[in-house]
């Protein structure tokens, strides 16, 4: 045990009180995670991987019972003892200190919550503050540039009138002064009812705007004349016509209509000509383009603190999305479980798991379910969040050659009991304990007979007294018969439980 | 050698219904034209992602699915087999193929010819804790293929289970007990027991060491292979994993999306792979030396659904040697020599083809 570790399991017990009898699951575990590295757990089914993890996550189910032993968390050289711990101050800790990724990726996500709303989940019980603290900061900083800008405009108005007395511009110099006064001291207090009525005044000035007026009026005349022109040209060429009787009732009728229009345009066009340009009236919703938006910023008229606070936990989630190399968050985020295929879902979970940047994240097999193809990815998504978070990762499994390619320590569990744990180069290359030379020795390689374990995993129900492997251990001893062997470090950083190494 | 089994462009679909009236909107196309032979006495290792049809074309092989197209021959003689072939292409309507394939053709075969055929053929699946029925004795269990088949009965079929389960190292108290009462492994070798006490032929392995630990793992491979050698039985090994098919297979067969991509002996395939696709399986098999560690995933994306699969080469989305034919013509199995089959055109395209 050194300052590095994050970690320690000492002596740690576990026992599950079922009708069939007391089964010893864990039987003094030793275990220490260093911080920025990846254990890997290895043992067979039964052997108490997952029950180790849960029982850090303090999660351990009943009937299983927590008998003895300390489960030491470092933070920032503070100790804490989370065994001793009150539930509630556990729950400070799980999913934010700790978190866990699990085996099935299917089961452990709820199939009626979309992918963002289970992320956000964890990220609402944790970071509620910090994120609450960002979406606040956002709104205020809109705040500020919506105020700054209606100013800026006011002042460019200003700018643009023309005073003729001493006293008008006197005042206008008082106003420009009031307003480079209020630029200079933007608070970010949301804006007031009168504020925003102000606001909308502006908007609305800006709307009947005299000059867009003017425009306007020039775009109708325009449009009334030439319609006028065509008409005048109309009758004179129906007039020139001639033709048969039948042929001239049909002029006639066309007649009288191009007159009913030509007096149309005409009224039309007088009731123009009595307005002065800047009297034309722009019509009830008449945009001006432009004049809606102030600068390039809408004003915010008014504030949903909860549609804010909602868009920035949206952000955070397609973040972590993101940083777990899912293609198109965004839409991965508004989908739900059932959508996704295995890789992916795995992909969520860790993300789910990532959401509070943990500084320990237990991975209780997450690929022993997936494809070699996907399994490969996913190993190669741990390597990189590792070296990218620098969180340490305990990684639960029973795949030696997972285990070899992404660990940099390993721990090998036989019935409870962690019995070797070294470095990984060290575990492949000079396993001292028999069970991991079996184990090693398992591993099928092509041309060779295939080697197994004589005998099965014991029933932890009864389990056998001094080393538990002692059985279908070719080394065994008398002592091993009913010693149980200590956890010691028999070379640096090469710990072993083994009456062969002085474990005595 | 001489072939066992030998499949002609077989196809299995599994409709999808839809809309008001459930009718057929879409198929699965979990094995979509594969032809393979396996020949007697060795064992055929078959390899592919899940969801690549590895089982159905197991099932589809001992007709507990019905094929939509194709043939399967089990056990016809070689002549039969090339005569059949020789009729299909002057004339797929002529009454004496029609005839022949009646008789040599496992794909169409009914009622009573497939009750005998069933003796010849078996299976191991994957789960033994499902595939066993929780209500019967060990003892039934074993048996009750021997009653089905009417193989035996009474005291002589007594004596046959206690052969068989003592055969794979089962004892004489598992008898009377019900299939929960044993461990994972233990369970297995009654799913084996249950198997072979027909004395069939030819076993379909469905990933029967998935669902165990990896020490008894070895005890079943090896159990596996004594068997062999005892009953000369033929296997057809199902499997994603690589390392024990790498071990236990004589040929191995890469499936990807319902197509065999490449067959080949165990040896070529893995030490010289063709097809890319089996290229990056291969590399993705964690190898357990940490001294060898690979730095990079060799493929990304997922499996495509085998609904809509990719026009042209099934692979070519995530190939990195797609070309533009890939993306229009599917390719095809073609022999590059020492009976290497590959369906890839950019080996075939190497090779001088």
């Keep these: ?504 | 050698m001489t072939s066992i089994l030998e499949l002609r462009q077989l196809k299995k679909y599994y409709p999808i219904y839809g809309g008001v009236f459930k009718r057929r909107v879409a198929s699965v196309r979990a094995v979509d034209g594969v032809s393979i032979s396996v020949e007697k006495g060795e064992c055929f290792g078959l390899v592919g992602e899940s969801g690549c049809g590895k089982t159905t074309l197991g099932k589809t092989v001992l007709r507990l699915l019905k094929p939509d197209a194709g043939s399967i021959y089990f056990g016809a003689p070689l002549d039969v087999t090339e005569q059949i072939d020789r009729l299909a292409k002057k004339d797929p309507r002529s009454p004496a193929l029609r005839r022949l394939r009646r008789k040599y053709d496992v794909a169409t075969y009914l009622g009573m010819d497939l009750r005998r055929l069933r003796r010849r053929m078996q299976i191991v699946y994957q789960d033994p804790t499902t595939s066993l029925d929780p209500r019967m004795l060990v003892k039934d269990v074993v048996a009750e293929s021997l009653y089905a088949q009417g193989i035996a009965k009474g005291e002589e079929a007594r004596k046959m289970v206690m052969e068989i389960l003592e055969r794979v190292g089962m004892s004489e108290r598992a008898l009377f007990r019900f299939p929960h009462e044993f461990s994972g492994g233990q369970r297995q070798r009654i799913a084996i027991a249950r198997a072979l006490v027909s004395h069939p032929e030819f076993v379909i392995l469905d990933e029967p060491t998935s669902a165990v630990d990896v020490s008894v793992r070895a005890q079943l491979l090896n159990l596996f292979q004594d068997l062999q050698k005892e009953f000369g039985l033929t296997y057809m090994f199902i499997s994603h994993d690589l390392g024990i098919v790498e071990c236990i297979s004589d040929r191995v067969g890469i499936m990807y999306l319902g197509k065999i991509v490449e067959y080949s002996s165990t040896e070529q395939i893995f030490h010289t792979p063709l097809h890319p696709y089996s290229q990056a399986l291969i590399a993705s098999v964690p190898i357990p030396d940490p001294t060898r560690r690979k730095e990079r995933a060799p493929l990304t994306g997922e499996v495509p659904s085998p609904v809509n699969p990719p026009l042209g080469c099934r692979f070519h989305p995530r190939c990195p040697l797609a070309m533009d034919i890939c993306k229009k013509k599917e390719p095809p199995l073609l022999d590059s020599g020492n009976g290497h089959f590959v369906a890839c055109y950019a080996v075939s395209q190497s090779s001088g083809g």
């Design chain 1, 1 to 504: 045990m050194s300052q590095g570790d994050i970690v320690e399991v000492k002596d740690l017990e576990v026992k599950f009180y079922t009708y069939s009898g007391v089964v010893e699951a864990l039987d003094g575990v030793n275990l220490f995670v260093r911080e920025g590295e990846i254990l890997g757990l290895v043992g067979e089914t039964g052997s108490g991987k997952s029950v180790t993890s849960l029982a850090i996550m303090r999660l351990v189910p009943p009937p299983g019972i927590i008998e003895g032993g300390r489960i030491i968390l470092r933070d920032s050289g503070k100790q804490q003892d989370t065994l001793t711990m009150s539930e509630s101050s556990i729950r400070q800790i799980r999913g934010k200190d700790i978190a866990m990724i699990f085996q099935e990726p299917r089961a452990y996500l709820n199939p009626v919550y979309s992918v963002e709303n289970q992320i956000s989940e964890v990220m609402l019980v944790h970071r509620k503050e910090e994120l609450y603290e960002n979406s606040v900061a956002s709104v205020q900083m809109r705040i500020i540039d919506g105020r700054k800008a209606v100013l800026e405009k006011q002042k460019a108005q200003l700018d643009k009138e023309k005073p003729e007395g001493e006293k008008e511009k006197a005042e206008l110099a008082k106003r420009r002064e009031a307003i480079e006064k209020k630029l200079g001291q933007q608070t970010t207090k949301p804006p007031s009812n009168n504020e925003i009525a102000s606001y909308r005044r502006l908007l609305r000035a800006e709307r009947y705007w005299p000059a867009e007026r003017a425009r306007q009026y020039q775009k109708k005349k325009a449009k009334l004349e030439k319609l006028r022109a065509d008409v005048q040209k109309q009758k004179t060429a129906l007039e020139q016509k001639k033709g048969t009787e039948g042929q001239m009732a049909k002029i006639n009728k066309q007649k009288r209509a191009l007159m009913t229009w030509s007096a149309h345009y005409d009224r039309q066009y007088a009731e123009l000509m009595k307005l002065e340009p800047y009297q034309f009236n722009l019509g009830r919703g008449a945009r001006i383009k432009g004049a809606i938006r102030v600068g390039a910023i809408r004003f915010p008229a008014r504030f949903n603190r909860k549609r804010q606070f909602k868009a920035e936990v949206q952000k955070e989630v397609v973040k972590v999305l993101k940083s777990v190399e899912i293609p198109d968050p965004e839409r991965v985020s508004r989908m739900y479980p059932h959508e996704l295929s295995g890789g992916m879902a795995q992909r969520v979970v860790i993300a789910m798991a990532l959401a509070c940047n943990p500084r320990l994240l237990i991975a209780d097999e997450p690929t022993t379910n997936l494809d070699v193809t996907v399994q490969a990815q996913i190993l190669n998504l741990v390597k990189t969040l590792k070296k990218n978070l620098g969180s340490a990762i305990l990684y639960i499994t029973h795949d030696l050659g997972v285990v070899a390619q992404s660990c940099d320590r390993v721990s090998v569990m036989y019935a409870g009991n962690v019995v070797e744990t070294a470095d990984v180069f060290e575990t492949f290359s000079n396993p001292l304990h028999p069970y991991t030379r079996a184990l090693l020795e398992s591993i099928p390689r092509p041309g060779e007979p295939f080697k197994s374990i004589p005998g099965i995993v014991p029933s932890l129900i009864n389990p056998l007294k001094g080393c538990r492997f002692h059985d279908r251990c070719s080394y065994a001893q008398e002592q091993c018969l009913t010693m149980k062997p200590k956890f010691l470090e028999v070379k640096p950083d090469h710990y072993v439980a083994c009456h062969l190494y002085g474990g005595s």
